[in-house]
């Protein structure tokens, strides 16, 4: 590990005085010509020296080139290409519009969109479009991110229809997932059955599977970078979709012309207004639903500097009101009770955009989020109008951070790309408590709360990375990331390694590998494997240490032809200090005693990722699949030998169609496969005694950990659009259907009995053949 310090230091010294002759700098914005969005990842080339750039994640791009004249290539994928005559006897600002192509010219476009995955040295990286995600069969009408994300190779979901992400054997907890760089906690709504993500108010998706660039900490299995619209400077657009669950509306444009601009989206589920009228008086009023609402607002102070303004608010609500009124001969008596759970996300962040030089871009953002989680219940009884009993319970827990994070791109000559920049978060960890109120006439009141204090931290972290060229065949990303966590007197920090490169063998080949360390300072305490909103995060501390990984990845990409692509991906992790619970502990929403309960142990996953992809024409998709091993390993867990967790899969298939037949025809298609996950059953029963908890008859015995294998789950689903022009817009139809041909997958399994004793295995299968419809309007 020294070694390897050592020499990235040396690299990153080195190549800060890499001497070059004069160089004039050409540097500006990449835009949709339409709306004024800034393009993430442009391409921008001299087609003859096939020296070049990408834009930033604004859309700033700088390119130092000798001297010289210039046919630059601007591309970015579904956009017409351009190419611009540039004499560049002196430095200039150009800022590049790009116009989207509708019917897609895949000779014009994919001469420069293919440039970029060629030429970068960043590997396990998946990016996501709006459009691929639209086009996808939706659940219950719900076009969802995370789903979409699923179908990748070395990505599976946690259970029937669940939105969780299980990155290269790692767990929930171990991914990192950013909206406008404010970290999300909880990004499933419904049990975890949809994201938080509306796809209307989302720009662009960004999934790191290992790799990781140095700016990227905290996590230890992915890192999701999801970017909001900005916002139309142009000219005002906005739709409305009404699903059978759930509507949503999106409205954006400019305040000021080609100056000030919002974007803003909202969605609802009426699941409770649907049901409502079924509901008998007797019954009371029952419900549930969730919301989000995003909005952005941006402003253009001058061609150096913008501000941005974004927020996301959304929550998840169930409840229950019942009121009971009774006649007696002597009094009335009314008893009410209400019960309320819900839980939610606030995120906020307030961004700065300012070009200092034309070789230097500052980002600077101030940030607020709030991860809340509520149970309530109140029961009351009044006789002759007076309160004679009352009893309530309140149970609340969160995360509420406070953060800055300052970066800098700096663009010394067209041979380095360098990225500095540090960090800091101060947390507020409120554990579950509990209070209870008891009020009974004649009696003594009871008011007690239980639970643990608050407890605050300070995360902190600077890095440093380089994206620079070698050779003409040879290119490197090194990086360092240096973070710090300190929680109640103890502090902890780690230097982290990070070194990516990319070896371009032919016109068609390229290979690459990846080194890197992450180091990560929260655990999640959970019962479930489907991500309930009861699942609580908790600080490292004196006992419990951070979770650290080690990942080694490789990859041959094979580009045969322009519009097809062929990569083979293979990774090994290794991670230390991840949490599992004792034989027989369980966690019930309160954080006091949990080191207690949980032991420290190791991991390690490994495995190979196929994939044959095509994302250029009518006609996209891909074929991924995945062989994958993980396994963990706990000193008083399973006798101390190595046991698959409960995630391990070691087949996993994909098959992702898109195909836009017309205009006004396209549809969607997509079947997975998955090996059953690992959970664990009795394999035996052994005889207690007569004043044992089972009665004196017998009591599961266990092999092991995670000893049987759930039966495996396999799953078709199809979507179809019909699109029809109208005088103010595009209405379209969405038909799906979930489960095309009725798999029932199992949800859970346990061990029942027969009247003669025998023992039975019995599964819970969820969601059986489920067609959906959809319309939505856009203008």
Not at 90 to 104: H, I, M, Q, R
């Amino acid at each position: 590990m020294k070694r390897i310090v050592i020499l990235m230091i040396a690299l990153l010294a080195a190549m800060c005085l890499w001497s070059q002759q004069k160089q004039v700098t050409l540097s500006g914005y990449v835009s949709d010509a339409a709306s004024g969005e800034k393009l993430i990842s442009a391409n921008i080339y001299d087609p003859v020296s096939l020296t070049g750039t990408v834009s930033n994640t604004y859309g700033f791009y700088s390119l130092t080139l000798p001297s010289g004249q210039y046919n630059l290539v601007f591309s970015y994928v579904g956009y017409a290409t351009q190419s611009i005559f540039v004499d560049l006897s002196v430095g200039k600002v150009l800022n590049v519009n790009l116009v989207e192509s509708k019917a897609l010219d895949e000779v014009t476009v994919t001469a420069g969109a293919l440039v970029n995955k060629r030429e970068e040295s960043q590997m396990s990286k998946e990016v996501i479009t709006m459009e691929m995600v639209n086009s996808l069969p939706a659940f219950m009408g719900e076009a969802d991110i995370i789903k979409t994300l699923q179908l990748l190779p070395g990505v599976q979901s946690g259970s029937e229809a669940s939105t969780g992400l299980y990155v290269r054997g790692g767990g929930p907890d171990q991914n990192l997932i950013l909206l406008d760089g404010v970290p999300v906690y909880n990004a499933s709504h419904l049990f975890g059955f949809f994201s938080v993500f509306n796809t209307d108010a989302i720009k662009n998706v960004t999934l790191y599977k290992g790799g990781f660039p140095a700016r990227f900490g905290g996590r230890l299995s992915s890192v999701l970078d999801i970017r909001m619209k900005e916002g139309n400077e142009k000219e005002y657009h906005g739709g409305v979709q009404i699903g059978l669950i759930a509507s949503k509306f999106f409205v954006e444009g400019p305040i000021v012309k080609d100056k000030t601009a919002f974007s803003i989206s909202g969605r609802r589920t009426y699941i409770d207004v649907l049901t409502r009228p079924l509901m008998t008086e007797d019954m009371g009023t029952t419900g549930y639903y969730f919301y989000d609402f995003n909005a952005k607002v941006n402003h253009k102070f001058s061609a150096r500097n913008r501000l941005y303004l974004s927020a996301y608010s959304g929550r998840d609500k169930a409840y229950s009101q019942y009121e009971r009124s009774d006649m007696y001969s002597d009094y009335s008596s009314v008893h009410s009770s209400e019960d309320n759970l819900y839980w939610g996300n606030l995120t906020t962040a307030a961004r700065w955009n300012s070009i200092l030089t034309n070789k230097l871009f500052c980002n600077t953002t101030l940030t607020y989020s709030k991860y809340s989680f509520n149970v309530s219940s109140e029961n009351s009884t009044f006789r002759n109008g007076v309160r004679s009993d009352y009893f309530s319970y309140l149970y609340t827990s969160g995360i509420d951070d406070v953060g800055v994070k300052v970066e800098f791109d700096w663009y010394p000559n067209h041979l380095h790309d360098i990225k500095y920049g540090f960090a800091y978060i101060y947390h507020t960890f409120k554990p579950g408590v509990e209070t209870f109120e008891l009020d009974m006439l004649n009696e003594e009141n009871l008011n007690r709360t239980i639970g643990g204090k608050e407890t605050y931290c300070n995360e902190m972290n600077v890095f440093a990375e380089d994206d620079v060229v070698l050779t003409d065949r040879i290119r490197a990303n090194v990086g360092l990331h240096l973070s710090g966590f300190d929680v109640e007197n103890t502090f902890y920090w780690s230097l982290e390694p990070r070194l990516s490169l990319r070896y371009w063998a032919s016109d068609k080949i390229t290979i690459k590998g990846a080194y890197s360390k992450m180091q990560q300072y929260l655990h999640l305490l959970s019962n479930s494997s489907i991500g309930l909103p009861t699942d609580l995060w908790v600080p490292v501390t004196a006992k419990i240490k951070p979770q650290i990984s080690h990942q080694l990845a490789a990859s041959l990409v094979y580009t045969p032809v322009k519009t097809y692509t062929f990569s083979v991906e293979t990774f090994y992790k290794k991670m230390d200090n991840l949490i599992e619970y004792k034989d027989g502990a369980s966690f019930f929403g309160t954080s006091t005693g949990w080191e207690n309960k949980v032991l420290m142990g190791e991991g390690r996953s490994y495995g190979v990722e196929l994939l044959a992809r095509k994302e250029l024409g009518k006609t996209t998709g891909w074929i991924g699949y995945t062989w994958s091993k993980s396994e963990r390993l706990f000193d008083e867990i399973n006798e101390a030998e190595w046991f698959p967790s409960h995630y391990d899969r070691r087949h996993d298939v994909s098959i992702v169609l898109s195909k836009k037949v017309s205009e006004r025809f396209d549809y969607g298609l997509t079947w997975v496969f998955g090996t059953g996950n690992a959970i664990t059953l009795p394999t035996n029963e052994i005889s207690t005694l007569s004043d044992s908890f089972y009665g004196g008859s017998s009591a599961p015995y266990f092999e092991g950990r995670n000893n049987y294998r759930m039966p495996n789950y396999h799953r078709m689903d199809v979507g179809i659009n019909f699109h029809k022009v109208k005088p103010h817009g595009v209405r379209t139809w969405n038909m799906s259907v979930y489960n095309l041909y009725n798999r029932q997958n199992p949800f859970y399994l346990y061990v029942g009995s027969l009247k003669d004793g025998q023992k039975t295995l019995n599964q819970i299968s969820l969601f059986p053949i489920m067609p959906s419809v959809s319309y939505s309007f856009k203008f």
